[in-house]
Nanobody, 132 residues
Framework: QVQLVESGGGLVQTGGSLRLSCAGSGLSFTSYILGWFRQAPGKEREFVAA????????YYADSVKGRFTISRDNAKNTVYLQMNSLKPEDTAVYYCAADFDPYDYGSSWLGRRASSGNYDYWGQGTQVTVSS
């Protein structure tokens, strides 16, 4: 049984930082692109960031580029999202997800895979709230 379990969400002031973690089990971790998505109340789920199986390629939504950093530790079956300079508009439930793809074709390929429909497994989400 595949499980993705997020942690690290919480309440932070504008300009603050949070680090989300997502631990995977029941899957061959290095065969998957890992991504972060978010969904704010009343809005559709949107792509945030993705990382290739090797960690060698990353891709970000324009709204978080330069503020968020995605990374992974394959030895720990964990993917991270470091979020800096947080804004109220970053408030959302954050989900990690896994997309079966054991190749690394670069960041542009990650961008083409950025649709939520391409991802096979999802975590339950963790709430991030940024106060103004």
């Amino acid at each position: 049984q595949v499980q993705l379990v997020e942690s690290g969400g919480g309440l932070v002031q504008t300009g603050g930082s949070l680090r989300l973690s997502c631990a995977g089990s029941g899957l061959s971790f290095t065969s998957y692109i890992l991504g972060w998505f978010r969904q704010a109340p009343g809005k559709e789920r949107e792509f945030v960031a993705a990382i290739s199986w090797s960690g060698g390629s990353t891709y970000y939504a324009d709204s978080v580029k330069g503020r968020f950093t995605i990374s992974r530790d394959n030895a720990k079956n964990t993917v991270y999202l470091q979020m800096n300079s947080l804004k109220p508009e970053d408030t959302a439930v954050y989900y990690c997800a896994a997309d079966f793809d054991p190749y690394d074709y670069g960041s542009s390929w990650l961008g083409r895979r950025a649709s939520s429909g391409n991802y096979d497994y999802w975590g339950q989400g963790t709430q991030v709230t940024v106060s103004s």
